[in-house]
């Protein structure tokens, strides 16, 4: 899903209720596409007076909506960046960002609500997501207007996939094309290229794709649609 800010602000309600005691007070909510994580509670840290220590102060949860991830993922991550925002806006110390505290906090929030909040940076998992990306092939299912299917695997950079998206469309009868990010060894004997060449098939249905994930393309943008019966982690 992609979470919008409604959704957010509604769930932050919720958790805050069920898991802090209603004692959050509403925090304003910013949707990002920038790369590299999946949440963050901003805020500033201003000193009061020359001995009396710092207090935090304009809080703002940033949500990340450039990766279509499940639900589950969205709820974790708005309940991580809330334990920051519960230590961060009670001045709380903790023995480092996500440190004891924080780690009690999650360790009991999962407990008590079935959830699977991590310690591990969202910044790490990202890149360890992509890195993972960077092993698979890119394959598109082609549905011709005569009822056909075909295979076509091409090169793994966005220029290509929108390129042979829209050049495919332009030059064959076709129905659809569908997406899928694979690391399935199954489509190693097609060769990857841009060529407009497609690879008919008998039998669609046997291939390896349920596990694949799925790749929204449209003529501008290409967007990762996880598969959640993928282990592939964020
Ligand atoms: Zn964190």
């Known amino acids: ?77 708005i309940l991580h960046e809330m334990i920051h925002y519960f230590i961060a806006y009670n001045n709380y110390h903790d023995t480092s960002t996500h440190g004891q505290l924080f780690r009690r906090e999650m360790v009991r929030i999962n407990a008590e609500g079935a959830h699977h909040i991590t310690i591990s940076h969202r910044l790490n998992e990202t890149e360890q997501a992509q890195a993972h990306l960077h092993k698979g092939r890119i394959v598109a299912l082609v549905h011709f207007e005569d009822g056909q299917t075909g295979v076509k695997v091409v090169p793994k950079q966005i220029k290509h996939i929108l390129y042979w998206h829209k050049a495919a469309l332009r030059h064959f009868p076709i129905d659809a094309i569908n997406w899928y990010y694979t690391d399935d060894g199954y489509f190693a004997k097609y060769p990857s290229s841009i060529a407009l060449r497609v690879f008919l098939i008998s039998d669609p249905a046997e291939l390896p794709l349920t596990n694949a994930h799925r790749l929204l393309v449209t003529d501008r943008q290409v967007r990762l649609q996880v598969n959640p019966r993928n282990n592939l982690r964020w």
């Open 1 to 77: 899903m992609i979470p919008t800010v409604e959704y957010i602000q509604k769930r932050f309600d919720e958790f805050n209720v069920r898991y802090f005691g209603g004692q959050l007070p509403p925090v304003p909510v910013k949707l990002s596409h920038a790369k590299g994580f999946l949440g963050k509670m901003c805020y500033t840290r201003r000193k009061q007076g020359l001995f009396r220590g710092y207090k935090n102060e304009d809080f703002q949860l940033r949500i990340n909506v450039r990766i279509d991830l499940p639900e589950t993922v969205v709820e974790d991550t």
